[in-house]
């Protein structure tokens, strides 16, 4: 299978596929009853000005929509994870970023006054809690096995060229009349 190189759209395709895990995830929990409201009207009672209007059709998918912007940013900052720390543990690492943007993002939502519609229910908390578990599985395991290895190096700290400034040191053993490690030439012997 062809993994995919460029970080960007690694990051848009996990996304993308979170939303689709997040929204039937989502969808089944409202169904069953756990949940109080979708995700798509939570994220458009941030957009419309009633609860009877975050329940059309239109702010469905607008609240979609959102959703799918939250879950391109979710992805990006786990792919940034995935680069600095390694793909190991990467379903652990992405239902734990999951779980905390997912959180992040209702706290944001709580303090929004004119939101009516942030569920208040534990239970349906708790479901948004396991739907944003699910989303950083879905998301954390596309971006370690979909993405290229050549995305995940660590970059070198120098890159291996020579530094063009002295340091303090070498300016110091410069004029001290120390010997160069590199040569067998004496540096600071013509300054004496």
Not at 34 to 52: D, H, I, N, Q, W
Not at 135 to 146: D, E, F, N, Q
Request: charged share 20%.
């Amino acid at each position: 299978m062809k993994k995919i190189k460029d970080r960007y759209f690694l990051t848009v395709v996990a996304g993308l596929l979170g939303l689709v895990g997040v929204t039937v995830f989502d969808t089944l929990s409202y169904r069953m009853g756990y949940s109080e409201r979708t995700y798509r009207e939570t994220a458009a009672g941030l957009f419309v000005p009633s609860k009877r209007k975050a329940k059309t059709k239109s702010a469905h998918i607008l609240g979609l929509s959102m959703n799918g912007v939250a879950s391109i940013i979710g992805a990006g900052l786990i792919s940034t994870l995935f680069v600095k720390t390694g793909r190991d543990f990467y379903a652990l690492k992405g239902m734990v970023s999951g779980i905390t943007h997912g959180a992040f993002l209702m706290l944001i939502q709580s303090f929004l006054p004119w939101n009516k519609m942030k569920p208040k229910g534990p239970v349906s908390n708790l479901s948004y809690v396991l739907t944003n578990a699910f989303y950083g599985l879905i998301c954390g395991t596309a971006i370690a096995k979909l993405g290229d290895d050549s995305l995940f190096d660590v970059e070198p700290v120098n890159d291996q060229l020579k530094p063009t400034i002295e340091t303090s040191e070498e300016v110091d053993r410069r004029f001290s009349g120390y010997t160069d490690i590199d040569t067998t030439t004496t540096i600071g012997s013509t300054y004496h």
